[in-house]
């Protein structure tokens, strides 16, 4: 059986709540990611930052000036690394979502298992943006 530590990412790009937007978005296109995860000091999940959210900054003109945290998606959907490639699946078209954090027993983040991660390594089709 397929599962999330077979096809998930462990480079995930991170940032803390007090990142400004301006630097989120910057941070985005230099890396070539659709997500930065943002996470505590312990390394647990406090949010989420996508493209999604870098169009909703302008489309509704927050100031970019603004911390990660005002506009972050705070109730993070995430998924262990032991489970399966269908309820990634699930999950990810029950919520509407391309990018599920991965996480340990103790909620800390080791990966990130996304869209793009499963074109490029289960169906072998690499992807704008992806590595290799």
Do not use: W
């Not at 399966?84 to 103790?106: G, Y």
Request: charged content about 30%.
């Amino acid at each position: 059986m397929l599962r999330v530590k077979d096809i998930m990412c462990r480079k995930v790009i991170t940032a803390k709540e007090d990142l400004s937007i301006q630097d989120a978005v910057q941070l985005l296109s230099d890396r070539h990611v659709g997500s930065i995860v943002v996470i505590d000091e312990e390394e647990r999940c406090r949010g989420i930052f996508t493209e999604r959210d870098a169009i909703r900054v302008f489309a509704a003109k927050y100031s970019t000036a603004e911390p990660l945290s005002k506009i972050m998606s705070s109730h993070v959907v995430t998924i262990s690394l032991e489970a399966s490639f269908d309820e990634a699946k699930r999950l990810m078209l029950s919520h509407n979502i391309r990018h599920l954090p991965v996480i340990d027993q103790t909620d800390k983040l080791i990966g990130m298992f996304s869209l793009r991660a499963f074109f490029d390594e289960v169906l072998g089709v690499k992807t704008p943006g992806s590595s290799g």
